[in-house]
């Protein structure tokens, strides 16, 4: 018995080490070396300042930014708290909020029809990116409160519009926090 014993602590130690230690720093090494960005979080830093993450999403209200997709994370945008509302179609409150985003929407553009993901929260809340044509609605705004041209605003939402990934996987999308640091660089502002 005690040598079954000492075998099992043997193990235990063995594959503590190997499994909790050297595994774990291994890729964490190589996640480092190869792909430093992605492994940090992709964080964004401007004169040695943290303003974001451009995979995760941050509300942005003044009129002269874009506005991300509604955020039903938390109190909105909070990391620790990731999820979709779970409401269905036939909720209230979902109609609710929906109804106060689209009038709120709808100020950038009366009488146009609202890009849906200006209305509705990504599965995460999270979402840092919205479509190409949300962008194109708030273009007028966003060029009136900087006093830029439609043209150049329009030209930054093409430098930062995302294609399908390999061709083929997910939609194009803008992402909002990469457009709107850009617009500040252009237009003197801070976010």
Known sequence: MR????????????????????????VTGAAQLLFK????????YQNNVLVGSSILGQAFT?????????????????????????????????????STDAGIAQA??????????LVTASASGLDPHITPAA???QVTRVSRERHIDE???RQAISRHTEERQLGFLGEPRV????????????SGRGK
């Open 3 to 26: 040598r079954n014993l000492v075998i099992a602590v043997r193990y235990t130690f063995l594959t503590t080490l190997l499994f909790g230690l050297a595994y774990p720093a291994v």
């Open 62 to 98: 003044g009129p002269a930014y874009f506005h991300s997709r509604p955020s039903v994370a938390g109190a909105g945008y909070d990391a620790a708290n990731s999820s979709g509302s779970n409401l269905g179609p036939s909720s209230k409150k979902l109609i609710d909020r929906m």
């Open 151 to 153: 043209a150049n605003v």
């Open 108 to 117: 950038d553009q009366p009488g146009t029809a609202i890009p849906v993901d």
């Open 175 to 186: 992402n909002v926090l990469e457009l709107n640091l850009d617009l500040n660089s252009v």
């Open 135 to 137: 962008a194109e609605f």
């Open 37 to 44: 960005k992605k492994a940090n979080g992709q964080l964004i």
